[in-house]
């Protein structure tokens, strides 16, 4: 193999099971591939370098000295990444892309960062993000942007921007980031990678610093939906630490990713989401893709999520609102960054966290405190929680009549640095066609569907009802074994 | 001048942290008094991540109390952030709940002089409580915080303003701590700041009937019975006055919060917190509602034990004890429980209501013991029931009976062995006594003569000689008997 | 009501939020949330008439724990992150009241 990064992390299960490869090479090889491409991407921004390569050897040893399969763990030695919004007590800083939390060293293990360790993954480093997670763009992160392996002068999108960057460069063949509103699903798209978020209550959030609670969730990057299924079937499952973790069975997923009948299969296609502002090329080839379900058997059924045209506006309201209260922690008192400039203890909290966070945190927990102050909670949050409702309203009554929603990920394919950053509204728009998902609490994915002439990534967007990931994963797979773009490398690669 | 009635309006706000093990949303311990910060977890701490999980039995006590409080348990509840900054809530929000309390609209009845009055309850919550601040001695230009206290559960109980004067505020307040230690929710201890009382007051005044509202003041955080009815007190005199003064009114004056300072015995005004009125209240994501089912809260109801007044008015009517003699006995749980195990004993409701009230309770206030169990009183019910038999029964007297009483707690013996020990037991032997009885006649030939001649008291002398010449111990009650039977021959 | 904010306004806000603003970030953030503002009032338009507010993303309810303590943290453990310090507490800048009030 002239490339160890180049193999999916089942093809590297599969081949440290039969002797081939060990975890310390993989390993190896991951941080060697970091090394060589992480100044120009920026995906981490921090790397446990010895203690993962320590973790691959015991894994090694112990596969040596006859341990099986089964209780190695499903992820046994596998190089993984997670975003930096996930706590871990491993002495790494947990920045959360936040000045403000800079040198944050978390007591616990998130409850997904136990399940991979548990698992036998082993934990590279951890991925840049938007501070907080707020942004489409990794523009925002306090420790300087990603960039996009395809094109290093374009966004990888964001939240997750590092994450999705690492497995586009094969830095890792996955990576654990967080969705509130599209921070998998879109950086999944802009980057050419697969992007998912489970049904809100498939994972649990416990450990995972809180942007928008009632949105945030926790879901799978990798370059294959197969092993999006691997990685899906770990981080699931109920955590008696977060009461919005549901007890619902976790299929197997991996072997659920045949079981879709393509024949009786109806999609549906909303109007919503080919509205103005969609790119030509991302239309283009959202359309193809969808054809290839049709070719496949699958019924197009029309539906209409007439509110979805309100997400934006319902995700602005609701999600600001549970960050200004969410980050309300960070003053200064008992963790994180505290003002050399404090006097009495009201200016030491506003100076503390005039300091430690960027504009576009400030800008969102000032909007966040507006919305929930006296004499607008009415007009704004109570209106939000309305319209809330009509989006999963018209999600229920669409997923009556189809198995699933297709559409675009991401408006546009990857936009420059510092297109959007002037107008705070323009890159909310980004967000346009994922956020619904989120205010709905259904699972959603983005799966490679192509790429632009100019070479950047497009990602299609399927959705389904909640908790029927196993089928999600399904119909994606079709486009993926049609397409086989997971094969097509970024650019980055070959200039190495 | 013209005539002035002046009628005080108080409501109350109590805080009564329950008693768990574990705080509200995490595992760690409620203790109280452990070295600073080592009950804590990152739960608690509000560390980035983290998330909260409800303890299911500070829900049912919270249910219960709502229930003895005479509230309809909600069907439906759910939890909201209240948000402030303050470096003792390390979230900046406090967990509680806002617009669907766990229970609303019930009463607590309290007796003072005028008679029995329900006091209306407009609602009972569950809530987080805060951390605590230490201020460094000497005036050190920094504060101190220990979250050891952040997170446990805290009852809120908010009574409507039915109360109309200092009496009623301490009643209600005094009621509430009875009602709460009853149910076995709290300890409600005073002194570790478990009961917390914030009056609100105001006064309407007329004059020519016209009537004049005061301001309303909240008084915050009053740690005592005897603090709130210094406060309370000291705020109808000072609103009054301030009134006559400047005539200022509700309208005008609106809601202002004043503290206590127990050693001037001044209220004084609090520094208003910046915005303090804009808590933005909004459902907490991180919680899921709840909806109890009906067997749970059936089984709730089923295990309330007999709440204060009706166990008096039980032991009143079924006993017939005094309302006095049932109002000590059953102000508290234990001492209910200890009394009805004497009754159970021996069938003897009143002398054991008299021996409990009496001797029992001088010798306990005496060795200044504090009864919050049963195991703390000093005797058990069952060595006293055999003194209650000893004294009713005539084999001992009253006197040798708070001799032995004091000695049974004193050595532990039981009242037969020490009655033995002493020799204190009476002769309620008649043949014994005739003897005496005779030559006590004999000896005073005055008093006898007396005595036939109608002066009935003069018995009284005669009975002495006899209990003299008996060391003591002889049955009064057959000594009478037997002189009456032979002065009448 | 009027959707645009001021920099009065937005310096409220700030203060509600602990964020120290300078008059040019007053003036910024007024522009750019006003803007913001306006866009999400869009959602007064919509017909919301006897609509029930999604407040609980999930469908279920009564989620307990047991009261069981578990292992707390040592006080050093609590304290690991806190930007200052005593031995045993955060420090903070002398408050003056007793604490708040839950
Ligand atoms: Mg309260
Ligand atoms: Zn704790």
Known sequence: MSDLMEMTALEMRAAMECGEVTSRQLVGASFDRIAALDERVHAFISLRHDDALAEAEAIDSRRAAGESAAKLGPLAGIPI???????????????????????????????????????????????????????????????????????????????????????????????????????????????????????????????????????????????????????????????????????????????????????????????????????????????????????????????????????????????????????????????????????????????????????????????????????????????????????????????????????????????????????????????????????????????????????????????????????????????????????????????? | MSQLTVKTIVGIEVHVQLKTRTKLFCGCRTSFGDAPNTNTCPVCLGLPGVLPVMNREAYRLSVMTAMALKCKPARHTKWDRKHYYYPDLPKNYQISQYDQPLGEHGFLEIETSQGRRKIRVLRVHLEEDAGKLLHAEGGGNYSEVDLNRTGTPLLEIVSEPDMTSVEEARAYCTTLRQLVTYLGVSEANMQMGQMRFEPNINLHISRDGEIFKTPIVELKNLNSFRSVERAVAYEERRQLAAWQESGITLSQGGKTTRGWNDTSGETYVQREKEEAHDYRYFPEPDLVVVEPEESWLAEIERNLPELPLEKKDRFINSYGLSEYDAGVLTSTAEMAHYYEAVVTATNRPKPAANWITQALTREINARGIEINRLEDFPLSAERLAELVLAVDGGTISKNAGDTVLSEMIESGKSAQAIIDEKGLAQVSDSSALEGIVDEAIAANPGPVADYKAGKKQAIGRIMGAVMKASGGKANPRLVTEILERKLAE | MTSALDPQQVRKIARLARIRLSDDEQQMFAEQLSRIVAYVGKLNQLDLKDVPPLSHALPVANVFRDDEPHQSLSADEALANAPQRTDRCFKVPRVLDEGSSA
């Open chain 1, 81 to 496: 990444a997670i975003k930096d919004n996930l706590c871990t007590r491993d002495g790494l800083a947990t920045t959360c892309g936040s000045k403000m939390l800079e040198n944050f060293r978390a007591p616990y293990d998130a409850h997904v960062v136990q399940k991979l360790r548990a698992a036998g993954a082993i934990i590279v480093g951890k991925c840049n993000l938007d501070e907080f997670a707020m942004g489409s763009s990794t523009e925002n992160s306090g420790f300087g942007p990603t960039r996009n392996p395809w094109n290093l002068e374009c966004v990888p999108g964001g939240s997750s921007g590092g994450s999705a960057a690492c497995v586009a460069s094969r830095m890792v063949p996955m990576a654990v980031g967080s969705d509130t509103g599209g921070s998998i699903r879109q950086p999944g798209s802009l980057c050419g990678v697969i992007g998912m978020k489970p049904t809100y209550g498939r994972v649990s959030r416990y450990g995972l610093i809180a942007f928008a609670s009632s949105l945030d969730q926790i879901g799978p990057f990798t370059r294959t939906v197969d092993d999006a299924a691997l990685l899906l079937g770990v981080l699931s499952g109920p955590d008696s630490r977060d009461s919005t973790c549901l007890d619902h069975p976790v299929p197997d997923y991996l072997a659920g990713l045949e079981q879709v009948d393509f024949k009786n299969l109806r999609i549906g296609v909303p109007g919503e989401f080919f509205g103005q502002g969609l790119d030509a090329e991302v239309e283009k080839a959202v359309r193809r893709a969808i054809k290839i379900y049709e070719d496949a058997g699958a019924t197009l059924v029309e539906v209409d999520l007439p509110h979805s045209a309100y997400a934006v506006e319902t995700y602005y309201i609701v999600a600001t609102a549970e960050c200004s209260s969410n980050l309300a922690r960070y003053d200064g008192v008992h963790y994180g960054h505290r003002s050399t400039a404090e006097a009495g203890m009201i200016d030491m909290y506003e100076h503390s966290r005039a300091e430690g966070f960027g504009d576009e945190v400030k800008r969102r927990v000032m909007l966040g405190t507006h919305v929930l102050s006296s004499g607008y909670y009415d007009a704004y949050y109570l209106t939000a929680l309305k319209v809330r409702q009509k989006i999963k309203q018209d999600f229920d009554q669409a997923f009556a009549k189809v198995d699933c929603i297709m559409g675009p990920t991401s408006p546009s394919p990857a936009f420059l640095f510092g297109a959007r950053t002037d107008d705070p509204l323009s890159m909310y728009l980004s967000d346009i066609y994922t956020i619904s998902a989120n205010l709905a609490t259904i699972p959603g994915i983005s799966v490679p569907c192509g790429h632009t002439e100019s070479g950047l990534p497009i990602g299609l967007q399927i959705m389904s009802d909640v908790f029927t990931e196993d089928r999600l994963l399904g119909i994606a797979r079709l486009i993926q074994e049609s397409r086989q773009d997971y094969r097509r490398r970024p650019p980055i690669l070959e200039s190495n």
